[in-house]
């Protein structure tokens, strides 16, 4: 492993256990982002393949283009099957929960949080639906909520060999496994290794794996992190560099026969992609007009949708002036 895609290098230490597994089965409950931040991508990349538990219907959605192998489902896990109150925080999405208090801590962070309704569903029930028959790690990072998705699950039906579980209160260093260790104990899972973040417990059938372990969690440069490579068109040493600048020119020559629709989507998106508020109508037209001039006695309104204003000559001359550079317009080497 070259480069961890996981928070707290967690499929580093899980790939101390499986790195001889090419096809095994992964159940991820508090998926998040496909790729960052991410336990189970690495295991995807080699082949595995699992249940997604995710949800935020955003980060879901991801799931069918970047993991199509995968079966994922946008609901919670718990218990017992209903509905509960969902608390779905602004930008920081990994902040997301059931449990209310721990949402309104995001306010340290400077994010807000909205509240829905969203359908739960227990993980014994998921599983089955997924046509799972056997399990080698099951992962549970839910803010606050382990418990319950814990409490959903038969063990004596089906056994993940290797069970984490994100073990202190969010957005602290506090203990928090008292609340649902006694669960994994009694369904015959004992306690095998620490990384600070979470607890991992191997089945009584598999104790062979502990030994894999290591004594201590491994130094964060132990290996690279997906995190510090940055945007790749950007930073050269990004593994997709390469492709990123291809595709960043091959859009910079496309933009003047783009639909308005397409326009608006692209620009929303980077209006997103530093998970900034979006601004009001009449800043985006300030942002999308640009410096260049514009010799009209009388320009266009600017128009509040943001598919009519990208239809505008000036905003259209600005996609030309833009394009020109990488579609043989200027032959700039």
């Known amino acids: 492993m070259l480069i961890s895609y996981?928070?707290?290098?967690?499929?580093y230490h899980l790939d101390l256990l499986f790195g001889d597994v090419e096809a095994g089965t992964y159940v991820d409950v508090g998926g998040g982002h496909p790729v960052a931040d991410n336990v189970s991508f690495w295991f995807y990349l080699k082949g595995w393949r699992g249940l997604i538990v995710e949800p935020q219907e955003a980060l879901a959605n991801l799931y069918a283009h970047v993991r199509p192998r995968d079966h994922t489902v946008t609901c919670l896990a718990g218990r017992a099957p209903g509905e509960v109150d969902f608390h779905m925080v602004d930008k920081l999405h990994g902040f997301s929960?059931?449990?209310q208090a721990n949402a309104e801590g995001?306010?340290?962070?400077g994010a807000a949080f909205r509240t829905v309704k969203k359908p739960v569903r227990t993980l014994t029930a998921l599983c089955a639906e997924a046509g799972l028959d056997r399990i080698d790690f099951l992962k549970v990072d839910v803010e606050g909520a382990e418990a319950e998705v814990l409490a959903g699950m038969d063990f004596s039906k089906l056994r993940p060999r290797i069970v984490l579980v994100e073990a202190i209160v969010p957005g602290s260093m506090e203990a928090a496994w008292d609340a649902w260790e006694p669960i994994l104990t009694a369904a015959g899972y004992r306690f095998a290794f620490f990384d600070n973040l979470?607890?991992?417990?191997?089945?009584?059938e598999a104790s062979a794996l502990a030994a894999r372990f290591p004594e201590k969690p491994a130094p964060w440069d132990r290996v690279g992190h997906l995190w510090d490579c940055g945007r790749a068109p950007e930073k050269t040493d990004h593994p997709d560099h390469a492709l990123a600048k291809l595709l960043?020119?091959?859009l910079m020559a496309r933009l003047p026969t783009l639909?308005?629709?397409?326009l608006a989507a692209l620009v929303g998106a980077g209006l997103r992609a530093d998970g900034k508020p979006e601004p009001d109508a009449a800043t985006i037209a300030a942002l999308v007009r640009g410096k260049a001039e514009f010799p009209r006695t009388q320009p266009e309104a600017p128009s509040p949708d943001l598919a009519?204003?990208?239809?505008?000559?000036?905003?259209?001359?600005?996609?030309?002036r833009i394009a020109c550079m990488y579609d043989g317009g200027h032959l700039l080497e």
Do not use: C, K
């Open 6 to 11: 996981a928070q707290n290098l967690e499929d």
């Open 248 to 250: 960043v020119a091959g």
């Open 259 to 262: 639909p308005a629709s397409e």
């Open 308 to 320: 009519a204003m990208l239809q505008t000559d000036e905003i259209r001359a600005a996609l030309g």
């Open 198 to 204: 979470n607890r991992f417990y191997v089945a009584e």
């Open 97 to 99: 929960t059931t449990v």
């Open 106 to 109: 995001a306010a340290r962070f």
